[in-house]
DNA sequence: CGGCCTGTTGATGCGACTCAATTCAGGTGG
DNA sequence: CCACCTGAATTGAGTCGCATCAACAGGCCG
């Protein structure tokens, strides 16, 4: 068994729970439960009635949508301090993807009912919880307008330079953003296949546009990026 | 000017405010105001800072994703009875996508700031609200499930079938769907444009498996439609 | 009647997936 | 420590789905 964490101590940390009251977090702590989900390990299946979410104390994971002939698109990569599967907690819906722990992970579930209960409670919870879901809508109509509208190159460009404003606060020559993991994962997110991923940061290289470099991307013209980014050529 | 409607009568009949007492519905019904659209009116513009969210009363509106060369991605077509431009009211975000209407509609307009005043006060309102947030987030997933991992025809097919289980409560040979609008509004649904789905409803026809007739869809086959949905062939 | 919008059908080209071969890095066990 | 294995990444050749471009028919309305 685990040495017994703070769970307490963690909630206080989580963006869903800003503005809770320091007694409300530790009623919300006693009904969290630690779950440890080795690598490779299924945290819920697409389609499986929801019996709570998660929140990722520790670890990475994947929301994927597969298909019958082994194709996968990953919905989002989860990062620790993120919350997944609330959806499915509020409508009386599935999970609509599978979750999947790609390296070991440690969540804190919880349970669809008591939380439920106390969240009649707690005008603040509800609130941040209509945020949360409100930005990962937002999110899924980014991705949707993305893979409807633009072609590879252009959702590569939009990812390299989101997720460098996202870590750097800006855009600049020089700055690099790390890849979450494999490059064939990173494929899957875009909506495409390794081998295109792959010709195609190769085509942003030889034009000058970015250096690649052991699971980090390097840009170096931002400008270009932006104009790929946009649809253009 | 319109002859006044009864608002609080109007929204007993929507989701959102199902199980809210008589007297909360009126001064729901107190903040609400009417706005009327004619055919091709802009509701709201994408990137515009979210003042609150519709219920549409009256005609058909699409959400809609525009990319600079003219190309557009239905988002989802609003029926009567549902709301639309929730999900920027609860974070600091911008409306994702614009809304225009395609009849001439008519609306109720709750502005964010009394209606979020409201929310807090009401713990049935908001488990109501997240309820249709995370019903649209599952429509957003099977979307995204469909452009990233099906083709064409199989996108086509499950919709078709949807729609017939949606409206007849089941699938069966003879039965038949009404298409919202036109097809070139069904094919940017789809994620494809009206030659292709034009091209896809022929071969569709000729091997039996539906008959196209005058904005309706008769399905013969249902089994065949399953498979292709399914990603076959 | 003449525009306009919608829908259909044909020919063509491009983007991206498929299949396959090769290299490379990391981890394992002898 | 090296041989081995597995998974990831890269590159090439071939194919396919679908968007594009274009021409044309039908319905609706002014």
Request: positive net charge; glycine residues 8%.
């Amino acid at each position: 068994m685990e040495p017994s964490i703070d769970k307490g101590k963690i909630l206080q940390g989580i963006y869903l729970f800003t503005g809770i009251r320091e007694t409300d977090l530790q009623a919300l702590a006693q009904m969290a439960v630690s779950r440890n989900f080795p690598r490779q390990g299924v945290i819920f299946w697409e389609g499986k009635e929801a019996q709570g979410f998660h929140i990722l104390v520790k670890g990475l994971v994947k929301l994927v949508k597969s298909s019958p002939d082994g194709k996968e698109f990953i919905l989002r990569l989860v990062m620790p301090g993120e919350t997944f599967g609330e959806a499915a907690v509020f409508a009386e819906i599935a999970y609509p993807a599978t979750a999947v722990a790609l390296e070991d992970s440690q969540t804190l579930f919880f349970p669809k009912a008591p939380f439920l209960q106390y969240l009649a409670a707690s005008p603040a919870l509800a609130r941040n919880m209509l945020a949360t879901l409100s930005k990962l809508m937002y999110h899924l109509t980014r991705q949707l307008e993305d893979l409807s509208l633009k072609e590879v190159s252009a959702r590569l460009a939009r990812y390299v330079l989101e997720r460098c404003k996202e870590t750097h606060g800006r855009i600049a020559p020089g700055l690099a953003v790390e890849l979450p993991t494999t490059k064939t994962h990173l494929a899957a997110y875009l909506g495409t296949i390794s081998e295109t991923l792959s010709r195609t940061l190769a085509r942003f290289k030889s034009l000058g546009m970015i250096e690649v470099d052991k699971g980090k991307i390097t840009i170096t013209d931002p400008a270009a990026l932006q104009d790929i980014a946009r649809g253009g050529k």
